[in-house]
């Protein structure tokens, strides 16, 4: 096995490149795009459909397994992947940003974030050690380190204090676990909320830190699209090109396409399965909305360009019929649909640069979401 | 393709027999378990599952696909199995069975019975020849007559009265489809309320008619185990021998086993798939709430027994994990498994019978659930 860590650039179009991740669980092609599995499963999908539509790395929520199961009890079932039945690689966000969405509930200081369970009101602290020590117990391939996501609107007093704080708990993390202590690999998080410069030191001091891949955090927090990707542009460029670059909770179809043009290698994103159940269905002509009474009678298939078990075996109008009648068969149809939407874009992003036409493939994109196109 | 409703026994032993009924859509084995499909589709479960469970024929419900998506729009997609794509036999019920539990919202008179939608409230009318033109429409393999099913306590007043509507109903349902029109198969529903003179008096007339195939209505609707049994073991010798037996709506693993024992070849019940949503799972080793604590760190799988895909991938652990984090996953994992179950039953049950030793594979599903056992 080639040692973890071990990033391979295969072609480059612009400052959108294609290559491959070396985990603990296999290897990753990049741009690759990372389904969300919160409490360990992707909703509605278990491991059978996520070989048959070609994932090669999920996502896992460290704040939910850490609350329910609990990541002791993981670890003694032999970490998650053994858990869920999953055997290819698992990145585990640090869970710092569900810790940050619970306004209210929490309370930031130098030692970490306190914080009261969604579930039982209960108190917890996560700190940079605990979050480490969480995503060991997971046997996590990709752990994220703690940092702090600024809400979209934060000031540049408090923006510039938070990107000191996000830079000490990366070295913490760093500190608990040293670089090649085991087959985990550790990402930092850049931060800087709004403000270019401050988005430029979080950058400069968290790579100053030997972390394996470096993730943009903070964006796709509520800002106006031309915001994001301004930032977007700005930052990825800085982050080290010979390491893998993520794009954190992000995002459209079209957010992802701008992302590998701006050098981004990994995105994840609850969108194709969360719009799975509700009904919005992504397809080479659009999104549509299967409720729409248009579809009654539509015996063609959900999207003619797709390939997966939906598309393969369904009509529009009887994915209609199950979305109105409620049943628990369309979020597993719907999910199953949109995740391959989804890795279908990543996997044609590959090969489009590999050929030297990712311009052209970015185009394709610009021309299906016409409305999300930023001038 | 051998004429459809061709049904060929091909071992008995003691009452019960194992043998095969040819349909439209190819064999079906029996005895059989048939998975619930109300709406058209078994909940949480496509037709891949199905298939891989080792389903031969569903059940769709008349009165649910015609409110919705409406008898005459499946016809368009040319019947239940394009629209549903289970390209195997499909079995559909009269819709009489839902109509009558829609106390208060019904009137019945000799023409048919009057209902309202639970939908919209808007009023309908089943005719014997409506739930036919509607089960053709549909292009069900079996469709089944309109009857009465008087709710467990009717009198024998009230009993034999509808005995004889039953029986009215059931000669419409044939004319309006005389046999061989099409490769639809008719079958007769047999009633009689708990007064076993009835009962013979309904087969004696139902018998008269030319059915491919006659059903025991109106059992399994609260009475106790013992009167069911005995009503079960009078009525089911009195049916054809030369025809398929369905037990309509039953049962536990234990009344199919007793179904079985009786000479019945087919059954149907929502159990498996509505336990397998409540978390109650059916195994080797009786059933199991996997809900329970005792479950939180069981690194075993579900059934050791077992071969279906949720028993060969997960541990209790993570089924449990994923109840009590009420995942979607936890829904078809836990429905595959108990439709597992209840079609290893009849797998089971049809081996047992070839060789001569039902009896005894009786005696192990009685060890299973002695508090079902009636003396």
Redesign the interface.
């Known amino acids: 096995m080639t040692t973890p860590g071990t990033f391979e650039i295969h072609a480059t179009d612009g400052a959108a490149r294609t290559g491959c991740l070396h985990t603990a669980h296999g290897i990753v092609r990049t741009p690759i795009f990372m389904p969300v599995g919160t409490?360990?499963?992707v909703?509605?999908?278990?491991?059978?459909d996520l070989e048959a539509i070609g994932a090669e790395i999920i996502l896992g929520n460290t704040y939910h397994l850490y609350l329910?199961?609990g990541d002791e009890?993981v670890a003694?079932?032999g970490g998650l992947h053994e858990?869920?039945?999953w055997r290819k690689p698992i990145l585990t966000d640090s869970g710092g940003f569900q810790v940050f969405s619970l306004s209210g509930l929490r309370r930031i200081a130098e030692e970490g974030v306190e914080f009261r369970s969604h579930l039982d009101g209960s108190k917890h602290l996560f700190t940079p050690e605990k979050v480490v020590s969480i995503q060991r117990n997971l046997n996590s391939d990709i752990m994220m380190v703690l940092d702090e996501c600024v809400p979209y609107g934060a000031d540049r007093t408090y923006t510039e204090k938070s990107v000191g704080l996000t830079t000490r708990w990366a070295k913490r993390c760093r500190d608990a676990y040293p670089k090649g202590a085991a087959g985990n690999l550790l990402f930092g998080i850049t931060q800087g909320g709004f403000f270019k410069d401050l988005r430029t030191r979080s950058i400069g001091e968290l790579t100053d830190i030997d972390f394996d891949g470096f993730a943009l955090g903070g964006l796709s927090v509520g800002e106006p699209k031309a915001e994001m990707m301004d930032l977007l542009y700005h930052s990825a460029p800085l982050l080290p090109a010979d390491k893998p670059r993520y794009l954190m909770g992000v995002g459209t179809p079209l957010d992802i396409i701008n992302g590998i043009a701006a050098g981004v290698d990994m995105f994840d994103c609850v969108l194709p399965t969360r719009n799975a159940r509700n009904g919005t269905l992504y397809t080479s002509l659009g999104k549509l909305n299967i409720k729409r009474r248009e579809f009654?009678?539509d015996?063609g298939p959900l999207d003619p360009a797709c390939s997966c078990?939906t598309c393969r075996?369904?009509?529009r109008?009887?994915l209609r019929?199950?979305y109105?009648?409620k049943?628990?068969?369309a979020?597993?149809?719907n999910s199953i649909h949109n995740l391959t939407y989804f890795l279908d874009l990543v996997r044609g992003a590959r090969a489009a640069i590999a050929a030297g036409r990712f311009a052209e493939y970015k185009r394709s994109f610009e021309a299906i979401y016409p409305e999300e196109v930023v001038a």
Chains 1, 2 share one sequence.
Do not use: C, M, Q
């Open positions: 409490v360990g499963s909703k509605a999908i278990a491991p059978d329910r199961p009890l003694r079932r858990f869920n039945a009654a009678e015996d078990y075996t369904f009509s109008a009887y019929h199950l109105t009648a049943e628990l068969l979020f597993r149809l």
